[in-house]
């Protein structure tokens, strides 16, 4: 099994940036790829980006340009620039293996107008 600890979070001023780490153990052999989603309240989760394995990445067209998603080895990151206050969510990390995803536990970012 895959275990994930996302951290980061926190209140930002919009135009700000903040950056959120997402720490995998345990089986990380079976991981083929990393993924950061969102959701806000009242919404769907949301894919945001993912990084695979041989660092092939994809975004949401509502964050290209300012998201970037790193890896190093078994912890992912998420860089995010120009934050608007539409980016508000709980943000979370996951891993995806054969079977069903893991996910972790959540991290809050609030951008304040």
């Known amino acids: 099994q895959v275990q994930l600890v996302e951290s980061g979070g926190g209140l930002v001023q919009a135009g700000g940036s903040l950056r959120l780490s997402c720490v995998a153990s345990g089986s990380v052999f079976s991981i083929y790829a990393l993924a950061w989603y969102r959701q806000a309240p009242g919404k769907q989760r949301e894919l945001v980006a993912t990084?695979?394995?041989?660092?092939n990445t994809n975004y949401a067209d509502s964050v290209k340009g300012r998201f970037t998603i790193l890896r190093d080895k078994n912890t992912a990151h998420l860089e995010m620039k120009s934050l608007k206050p539409e980016d508000t969510a709980v943000y979370y990390c996951?891993?995806?293996?054969?079977?069903?995803?893991?996910w972790g536990q959540g991290t809050q970012v609030t951008v304040s107008s």
């Open positions: 990084i695979a394995n041989g660092g």
């Open positions: 996951a891993a995806f293996v054969v079977g069903n995803p893991t």
